[in-house]
């Protein structure tokens, strides 16, 4: 009977004495900068740690770091369809930060995942609305699109997306040969159409010359000599006829038929 009792004394000892060792280990956790800490007890959530040091006792603690810096997340060339049926390659690049840890750790089994799938599913719904032509002129407001579809599912996970922007859309190889030649047609049609306009712009002048001199005979005459003066000074020689309208001058001032037959 007293070796039943020892023995029970003994157990309680060793039971009391254990839990006051477990109590008394000490434990020191350090956290960098931009991260936190979940901190878990035998696979028990205990509380989350911010940056630095922290010391905590008894035992089975464990730690999970949690970044909370700006990152990136790449989604490369999905196939697409657009709303006129044609198959497009498109990549997005998102901007995210954690928000709340213990949502990403606990409410889902991979909150990357989960954010990869949403951007893959946001994309196919707005390029599927959209006509091939408009995504080439809409790539900014296709961004703002994909954000407002993507971030009410992030923030499920504890993610707060920051930025969607298109980084590539890739066209099949017929397609970049009817976009080149439709631009190649618009660069050729707008050069003809400078070139008609300076050639009106030309003819509007001349016919104004033209006014000009017919109404001033005398314009026209000095318009001649001015010719004639600078064939000279280069040392050519000028053949001309008399054209209608000539009047001579003498002395400034318009001379009869007679003197002009002398002359």
Same mark, same amino acid.
């Given at each position: 009977?007293k070796?039943?009792?020892l @023995?029970i004394?003994?157990?309680?000892?060793?039971?009391? @004495?254990?839990?006051c060792?477990?109590?008394k280990v000490?434990?020191?956790?350090?956290?960098?900068e931009?991260?936190?800490?979940?901190?878990?007890?035998?696979g028990?959530?205990v509380?989350?740690?911010?940056?630095?040091r922290?010391?905590?006792?008894?035992?089975n603690?464990?730690?999970?770091?949690?970044?909370?810096?700006k990152? @990136?997340?790449?989604?490369?060339g999905?196939e697409?369809l657009?709303a006129?049926?044609?198959g497009l390659?498109?990549?997005?690049s998102?901007?995210?930060?954690?928000?709340d !840890?213990?949502?990403?750790a606990?409410?889902?089994q991979?909150?990357?995942?989960?954010?990869?799938?949403?951007?893959?599913l946001?994309?196919?719904?707005?390029?599927? *609305?959209l006509?091939t032509?408009?995504?080439?002129?809409?790539?900014l407001?296709?961004?703002?699109?994909?954000?407002?579809?993507?971030? !009410?599912?992030a923030?499920?996970?504890?993610?707060?997306?920051?930025?969607?922007?298109?980084?590539?859309?890739?066209f !099949?190889?017929e397609?970049?040969?009817?976009?080149?030649?439709?631009?190649?047609?618009k660069?050729e049609?707008?050069?003809?159409l400078?070139?008609?306009?300076g050639?009106?712009?030309?003819?509007?002048?001349?016919?104004?010359?033209?006014?000009?001199?017919?109404?001033n005979?005398?314009?026209?005459?000095?318009?001649?000599?001015?010719?004639?003066?600078?064939?000279h000074?280069? *040392?050519s020689t000028?053949? @001309?006829g008399m054209?209608?309208?000539f009047?001579?001058?003498?002395a400034?001032? !318009?001379?009869?038929e007679?003197?002009?037959?002398?002359?």
């Amino acid at each position: 009977m007293k070796v039943e009792i020892l @023995f029970i004394i003994g157990l309680a000892l060793a039971f009391v @004495f254990g839990a006051c060792i477990r109590k008394k280990v000490r434990r020191a956790f350090i956290v960098p900068e931009g991260y936190a800490g979940l901190l878990y007890q035998y696979g028990q959530f205990v509380e989350t740690l911010g940056a630095g040091r922290h010391i905590r006792w008894g035992l089975n603690f464990t730690l999970e770091p949690v970044d909370f810096r700006k990152a @990136f997340l790449n989604v490369p060339g999905q196939e697409v369809l657009t709303a006129d049926t044609v198959g497009l390659k498109v990549s997005l690049s998102l901007a995210y930060q954690m928000t709340d !840890p213990i949502k990403a750790a606990h409410d889902t089994q991979n909150w990357q995942t989960d954010l990869y799938n949403s951007a893959q599913l946001a994309l196919r719904s707005v390029i599927g *609305g959209l006509a091939t032509e408009a995504l080439l002129d809409q790539r900014l407001e296709i961004g703002a699109q994909l954000l407002a579809r993507v971030q !009410p599912d992030a923030a499920k996970v504890g993610i707060h997306v920051l930025a969607v922007e298109v980084k590539d859309v890739m066209f !099949p190889a017929e397609l970049k040969r009817a976009f080149a030649e439709v631009l190649k047609a618009k660069q050729e049609g707008q050069a003809a159409l400078e070139r008609a306009r300076g050639e009106s712009a030309a003819l509007r002048n001349l016919a104004n010359a033209a006014r000009v001199l017919d109404g001033n005979p005398a314009l026209m005459n000095l318009r001649l000599l001015q010719s004639m003066d600078a064939a000279h000074n280069a *040392g050519s020689t000028l053949m @001309f006829g008399m054209p209608n309208g000539f009047v001579p001058l003498k002395a400034g001032k !318009p001379i009869s038929e007679k003197e002009a037959g002398e002359t």
